[in-house]
């Protein structure tokens, strides 16, 4: 069976589109490109953050009361991150306005404790956190490129910590633009087609194994086939050998006392 | 502003998830049944209106007075979980009829984020205690509101012949945009 490289497990296991997990702060954030850069590097942040120390404390961690610990673990991180952005690029903080905070309750961050770093070692969480947050980072920028190119006519970058601009991009002149792409409903319907487009793609993908795995199943019912016959034969020629050997063998007395 | 346009417009206007995205997990999650989203939205109001409360409190007479604002966020969200353990865990000896009807939605409400967004909200806006109240109520009804209108047109949906790519949530992602243009349209009401 074929394992997905890694580029399509961004694909194939991505959180969002796939998983739908962290949809709340997505809708929120992505905008613009700037809040959804943000957003990005700040969930990859406290994902590793918190998947690194959750998986080593996981085995002092009381199995009844792990969800409060590990909230409180994320808590904290979130917390420190808030502040950094808060003091160093305080721009793009009052553009995120409250989502930084929810990044608390993301649930990719603590399903990600749940499902993985609860149960594996350092290595292996900190590896899953980097490839959830990168899926999760691709996920923000395709609704971000879609909904700005509608809602705003194009495309804007500027520099967090300085507020200074790097590029701007205008396509669609003011009167061809849509605005409701940046409000809720753009948001919902962006996201409901983008997520269809990679169900698209993991649906191929899942029938393209299943023919595969149909195909191995037949050749191995026909290698079996093969080599129940090639035995059988086998037999036969044994028995037919055998028999012949006894009938020479009830011959030749006979010929003697003849 | 008086409690009812607060209410109406917390409900209708500014609500949580068709205008804020907040709490759209659990929105996807459970809303494939109308009993489970009855129940996920019951769990939700009272979790809400008791967290407020408790958060609201403890923000006034204890954060602020010795000056620990920037603690906010990891208190509210200890207070939240600790206080759907306390639920659940008191459901379970007491109601245990409730507890079977909410099942696993009472665990999953400490990440939703309505709960967590109402608590702060709260105290962005410097609400009073009843404004809170209300504020909490508003919010948390809205909820119900768009979770159990949701669950049955899913309900319908589920009949419905769409392309497999849409099936399942794709199409109910585009369902709840067109719900929240429906919603839109109730802006000038207060």
């Excluded at chain 1, 649930?107 to 947050?133: H, P, W």
Aim: proline share 3%.
């Amino acid at each position: 069976m074929k394992k997905p490289n890694f580029w399509q497990s961004l694909i194939l296991e991505n959180p969002l589109f796939i998983q739908y997990l962290g949809v709340c702060a997505v809708l929120g954030v992505t905008t613009s490109l700037d809040n959804a850069l943000g957003m990005s590097v700040i969930v990859l942040i406290v994902l590793l953050c918190s998947n690194v120390l959750i998986s080593a404390l996981r085995k002092f961690i009381p199995n009844e009361i792990r969800i409060p610990v590990f909230i409180v673990v994320i808590a904290t991180f979130v917390s420190v991150a808030e502040m950094l952005v808060k003091a160093f690029a305080p721009i793009l903080y009052d553009n995120m306005g409250s989502f930084i905070a929810l990044v608390v309750v993301n649930c990719i961050i603590l399903g990600r404790a749940e499902a993985c770093a609860s149960k594996s070692t350092i290595g292996e969480s900190a590896k899953d956190a980097l490839v959830q947050g990168l899926g999760y980072a691709i996920a923000q920028f395709s609704m971000s490129i879609i909904r700005s190119f509608f809602g705003n006519g194009g495309w804007s970058l500027s520099n967090p910590f300085t507020g200074k601009q790097i590029f701007e991009l205008t396509i669609l002149p003011e009167s061809l633009r849509l605005g409701f792409f940046t409000k809720a409903m753009g948001g919902f319907l962006t996201f409901g087609i983008l997520a269809a487009l990679f169900t698209g793609y993991k649906n191929r993908w899942d029938d393209a194994r299943k023919e595969e795995l149909k195909q191995e199943r037949i050749k191995a019912a026909l290698k079996m086939k093969a080599e129940r016959e090639a035995a059988k034969a086998a037999k036969l020629a044994a028995e037919q050998k055998a028999k012949e050997e006894a009938e020479k063998a009830a011959n030749t007395p006979a010929e003697v006392a003849a | 502003m008086n409690y009812l346009s607060l209410f109406l417009n917390t409900v209708l206007i500014d609500n949580v998830i068709l205008v804020h995205f907040f709490g759209f997990c659990p929105l996807l999650g459970v809303t494939t049944k109308k009993k489970s989203a009855f129940g996920m939205g019951l769990a939700v109001i009272f979790v809400v209106i008791g967290s407020s409360a408790i958060t609201w409190s403890l923000y006034r007479f204890i954060l602020k007075p010795l000056k620990l604002e920037y603690l906010e966020l990891v208190t509210f969200i200890l207070v939240i979980a600790s206080f759907v353990q306390f639920i659940e865990m008191f459901l379970k000896k007491f109601i245990p009829s409730l507890y079977k009807a909410l099942g696993i939605f009472l665990p999953l409400i400490t990440t939703n984020c309505a709960v967590l967004y109402a608590t702060m909200q709260n105290i962005s806006k410097g609400y009073r205690f009843t404004e809170t109240m209300v504020n909490a109520l508003g919010i948390s009804v809205g909820f119900f509101l768009v979770v159990y209108v949701f669950a049955t047109i899913r309900e319908k949906l589920q009949k419905a012949d769409t392309p497999r790519s849409f099936k399942g949530n794709p199409i109910a992602l585009i369902v709840t945009a067109l719900m929240a243009l429906a919603f839109s349209g109730l802006a000038g009401l207060v």
